[in-house]
T-cell receptor, first 115, second 113 residues
Framework: GAGVSQSPSNKVTEKGKDVELRCDPI?????LYWYRQSLGQGLEFLIY????????KSGLPSDRFSAERTGGSVSTLTIQRTQQEDSAVYLC?????????????FGQGTRLTVV | AQKVTQAQTEISVVEKEDVTLDCVYE???????LFWYKQPPSGELVFLIR??????QNEISGRYSWNFQKSTSSFNFTITASQVVDSAVYFC??????????FGTGTSLTVIP
């Protein structure tokens, strides 16, 4: 597609439920990133994919968080047993370069609210 | 360790004033890239500029200009003759290995008409 697409744009879930967030990167972009932005805060790195591999998962806050990427394209971020502190905007970005030295293009984000 | 500091949390200017957003970075690597992004109220981050560590030339794009100084580890962003549409949160970011972009905490700019 023309840009990075994320779905859903908004998600309200009950505490303890699992959620899946989807990211469709720009076609041909090999690098994909997930970030989290809490209200009024900066961007917190979660995970980086190069192709289907995730060489850097250092930002995942707990084992309730996991992510995968298939076909070098679509990525899914899964949060199990959601907690209220998981409420945030989850941003996905993709870039053409292998070493992050090219700019990343961001999607519009998924606003997750855990009630 | 990598770090980006944007000391200005919020700035307000009157339309047509010039404004400079500060960015100071820390890294021990000699090869790195610096970026600026704009996040308007709609929420989507918009890429503005990329600069590599070997190119200290300043850059101008319309009303936007960037001043990169390795001696002070700074990559400042100036908006000339600000407009209401410039109101947004601006993020400075650093990339070293490529595994992640290190973002500053952002500067919220409000341009008052």
């Amino acid at each position: 597609g023309a840009g990075v697409s994320q779905s859903p744009s908004n998600k309200v879930t009950e505490k303890g439920k699992d959620v899946e967030l989807r990211c469709d990167p720009i076609s041909g972009h090999t690098a994909l990133y997930w970030y989290r932005q809490s209200l009024g805060q900066g961007l917190e790195f979660l995970i980086y994919f190069q192709g289907n591999s995730a060489p850097d998962k250092s930002g995942l806050p707990s084992d309730r968080f996991s992510a995968e990427r298939t076909g070098g394209s679509v990525s899914t971020l899964t949060i199990q047993r959601t907690q209220q502190e998981d409420s945030a905007v989850y941003l996905c970005a993709s870039s053409a370069g292998q070493r992050g030295w090219t700019e990343a293009f961001f999607g519009q984000g998924t606003r997750l609210t855990v009630v | 360790a990598q770090k980006v500091t944007q000391a200005q949390t919020e700035i307000s200017v009157v339309e047509k004033e010039d404004v400079t957003l500060d960015c100071v970075y820390e890294t021990r690597d000699t090869t790195y890239y610096l970026f600026w992004y704009k996040q308007p109220p709609s929420g989507e981050l918009v890429f503005l500029i990329r600069r590599n560590s070997f190119d200290e030339q300043n850059e101008i794009s319309g009303r936007y200009s960037w001043n990169f100084q390795k001696s002070t580890s700074s990559f400042n962003f100036t908006i000339t003759a600000s407009q209401v549409v410039d109101s947004a949160v601006y993020f400075c970011a650093l990339s070293v290995t490529g595994n992640q972009f290190y973002f500053g905490t952002g500067t919220s700019l409000t341009v008052i008409p």
